[in-house]
């Protein structure tokens, strides 16, 4: 089976593509590097041919939601019409936990994200959506986004995130099933406020920036709710502690999974 996955030379993308490439696979790499557009459509035809399963795994490099919805909208039409004359029989595309709540509450780059699931949803190809939590090499963009004169306010609010190789595991176990036609959500194993696994990387960076909670402080310019980024009770966790990606320690059996 031919798998395709689009924006395979980004942070996870290169994940997924090594993951299946290990397990005897030869995906196809589809990003602009390679000859493949998803927003204008170069090269899409060519690399869906004979493709059985479509990994999206691409990102807006814009965070405003004209310019995100713009992307997400045109790219995500591009590959299910494609998608749709070359018979790929799996599309599976990585979003956001909490993508709905964050749409609702405050639009922005997540709109253009809850748009993305919208169009999968109510198209008629056979799909999986996998909601991941924030990825801990995202906190240090956390702390900068939330920086100024050297203070980092955050959010006061919980996250419970995961390494991206227990993401792109995620994505190359969900490819490599059958659709599931719904959202399933991947998270960490634990929990903790935006403040502490900010002060766990720059304490690690020797950074000294001070890092407090603040009632005020955005998220990437949305307010959040405590809980507004945490997984729901079914989501399926990965094993890999924050202080022990800190550390470089990936324990045996998450290396293996």
Known sequence: ???VVVGGTGLIGTKVVARLRALGHDPV???RATGVNSYTGEGLAEALAGAGTVVDVSNSSYLDEAGALDFFETSTL????FGA???VAHHVALSVVGTDRLARGEGGYFQAKQQQENLIRSSSRPFSIVHATQFFE???DIADSASRDGRVRVAQALMQ???A???ADAVVRTALGAPTRAVTEFAGPEPGRLDYFVRRLLTAGDDVREVRADPLARYFGSALTERELLPGDRAVLSSLRFDQWL???RPAAVAAG
């Open 1 to 3: 089976m031919t798998i």
């Open 29 to 31: 790499v589809a990003a």
């Open 78 to 81: 591009n590959l299910l019409t």
């Open 85 to 87: 004359a070359a018979a």
């Open 138 to 140: 995202f906190v240090g």
């Open 161 to 163: 995130p995961m390494a």
């Open 165 to 167: 190789d227990d993401v």
């Open 247 to 249: 550390k470089g320690v």
